[in-house]
């Protein structure tokens, strides 16, 4: 291990391919082709065809318990309906238009279609905690998915629905650990060793989230950094030079030439 390399992180999800892993962030958002597209089938597609292999998605539960790659809590910004994800039925949600015109995907849905993909995914319901970890478990995909949350009630309580074999992201308190002590495995040892990743933005505000010595710290403690939401060339090159993991963009064209010029493009050209 050096420092700018982790070793192996006991999971195949992160282990499986070589880094830098390239997120395609809500199926690449503002791609010029995908504008209003957001986390809709024809948006992930989309990013597959162009070698996308890890793909990063939202899900939301409806009142009836049916898992949406979704990411806003009500439905008012992206369709042609407004109102709550959490108060709607299914059957209410399949008749919603994003763009209008695509239908908004369930999780199951997703897998299907893209039965090769890695999701990352982010918990944004708590309702969605259990129906994830069962859907993860009947379908034994638990080196397919990363599971976050900007929740720490959220993924605690999926990390023990799971076991640990589902890897997960760090809580925004996990991450000032790592942030914040001198030791990376020091931050690993009170975090329990339940962190797999740290997935931050590159700043916040007028601080410096993804630092050198972030990435040290985490490297040193077998963990990946990744930085979300990148869409500027300059910056993924900064990012990337920083020793960085993965990066999650919007802009899914941009990023790949970026990895294509620096021979790190591990898709199609």
Same mark, same amino acid.
């Given at each position: 291990m050096t420092d700018s390399t982790p070793g192996p992180t006991g999971y195949a999800y992160l282990d499986a391919a070589r880094r830098p892993l390239a997120f395609a962030h809500r199926g690449g958002a503002t791609h010029p082709e995908l504008v209003g597209l957001e986390n809709t089938l024809t948006a992930f597609r989309h990013a597959a065809a162009l070698g996308y292999v890890y793909l990063e998605t939202d899900v939301h539960a409806t009142r009836d318990g049916v898992l949406l790659a979704f990411h806003d809590?009500? @439905?008012?910004? !992206?369709?042609d309906t407004? /109102? /709550?994800v959490v108060d709607?039925?299914?059957d209410e949600i399949s008749r919603v238009r994003i763009g209008g015109r695509e239908r908004i995907p369930t999780l199951e849905e997703l897998f299907d279609a893209l039965p090769h993909a890695r999701f990352n995914i982010d918990l944004k319901s708590a309702?969605? !905690?259990? @129906? @994830?970890? *069962?859907l993860i478990e009947e379908r034994q995909a638990h080196d397919q998915v990363l599971v976050g949350s900007f929740s720490h009630r959220r993924i605690n309580r999926? *990390?023990?629905l799971t076991g640990g074999r589902v890897p997960t992201s760090a809580a925004p308190l996990e991450v000032l650990a790592f942030r914040c002590l001198p030791s990376g495995r020091l931050a690993d040892l009170l975090t329990r060793r339940r962190v797999?990743? @740290?997935q931050v933005p590159h700043r916040r505000g007028p601080v410096t989230v993804t630092t050198r010595g972030l !990435?040290?710290?985490a490297h040193r403690a077998g963990k990946h950094v990744h930085s979300w939401t990148v869409d500027d060339p300059d910056e993924m090159i900064v990012l990337l030079d920083r020793g960085v993991d993965g990066l999650m963009t919007d802009r899914t064209d941009i990023l790949r030439d970026v990895l294509v010029q620096r021979g790190q493009w591990e898709g199609p050209r």
């Amino acid at each position: 291990m050096t420092d700018s390399t982790p070793g192996p992180t006991g999971y195949a999800y992160l282990d499986a391919a070589r880094r830098p892993l390239a997120f395609a962030h809500r199926g690449g958002a503002t791609h010029p082709e995908l504008v209003g597209l957001e986390n809709t089938l024809t948006a992930f597609r989309h990013a597959a065809a162009l070698g996308y292999v890890y793909l990063e998605t939202d899900v939301h539960a409806t009142r009836d318990g049916v898992l949406l790659a979704f990411h806003d809590a009500v @439905l008012d910004r !992206v369709s042609d309906t407004s /109102g /709550g994800v959490v108060d709607a039925t299914y059957d209410e949600i399949s008749r919603v238009r994003i763009g209008g015109r695509e239908r908004i995907p369930t999780l199951e849905e997703l897998f299907d279609a893209l039965p090769h993909a890695r999701f990352n995914i982010d918990l944004k319901s708590a309702a969605a !905690v259990p @129906l @994830l970890a *069962r859907l993860i478990e009947e379908r034994q995909a638990h080196d397919q998915v990363l599971v976050g949350s900007f929740s720490h009630r959220r993924i605690n309580r999926f *990390r023990r629905l799971t076991g640990g074999r589902v890897p997960t992201s760090a809580a925004p308190l996990e991450v000032l650990a790592f942030r914040c002590l001198p030791s990376g495995r020091l931050a690993d040892l009170l975090t329990r060793r339940r962190v797999a990743a @740290l997935q931050v933005p590159h700043r916040r505000g007028p601080v410096t989230v993804t630092t050198r010595g972030l !990435v040290h710290r985490a490297h040193r403690a077998g963990k990946h950094v990744h930085s979300w939401t990148v869409d500027d060339p300059d910056e993924m090159i900064v990012l990337l030079d920083r020793g960085v993991d993965g990066l999650m963009t919007d802009r899914t064209d941009i990023l790949r030439d970026v990895l294509v010029q620096r021979g790190q493009w591990e898709g199609p050209r």
